[in-house]
């Protein structure tokens, strides 16, 4: 499964922004999905995950609230719905995604997925 990022860009704080992680497969119905950022010198960070379903998300603590991640299986796509933006939520986001079966909640840590995408930049001025 190739997966690619998309939607990011420049938006003002307290501004919102929808990006995509599009999936090359069917298999991606298979697969939960998880949303990472990452700021330079700084370790990769969890955002959101959702399961194969889509009935069973987690979020980080710092996004609660505030971003929703949702998917449609049937276009091979997730999101990550990113409303009250702080300059603090500026990074490369990237979509990553691992075979799970029906019932297991998501995973948060990036070590658990297989499949990721190349990232798109956000920037949220103050």
């Known amino acids: 499964v190739q997966l690619q990022a998309s939607g990011g860009g420049l938006v003002q704080a307290g501004g919102s922004l929808r990006v995509t992680c599009a999936a090359s497969r069917r298999a991606f119905s298979e697969h939960a999905v998880g949303w990472f950022r990452q700021v330079p010198e700084k370790e990769r960070e969890f955002v959101a995950a959702?399961?194969?379903?889509?009935?069973?998300?987690n979020y980080a603590d710092s996004v609660k609230g505030r971003f929703t991640i949702s998917r449609d299986s049937a276009k091979n796509t997730a999101y990550l719905q990113m409303n009250s933006l702080s300059p603090e939520d500026s990074a490369v986001y990237f979509c990553?995604?691992?075979?799970?079966?029906?019932?297991?909640?998501?995973?948060?840590?990036?070590?658990?997925?297989?499949?990721w995408g190349q990232g798109t930049l956000v920037t949220v001025s103050s």
């Open positions: 959702i399961s194969r379903n889509g009935r069973m998300t």
């Open positions: 990553a995604s691992k075979w799970t079966i029906l019932t297991v909640p998501p995973p948060v840590s990036g070590t658990e997925y297989h499949y």
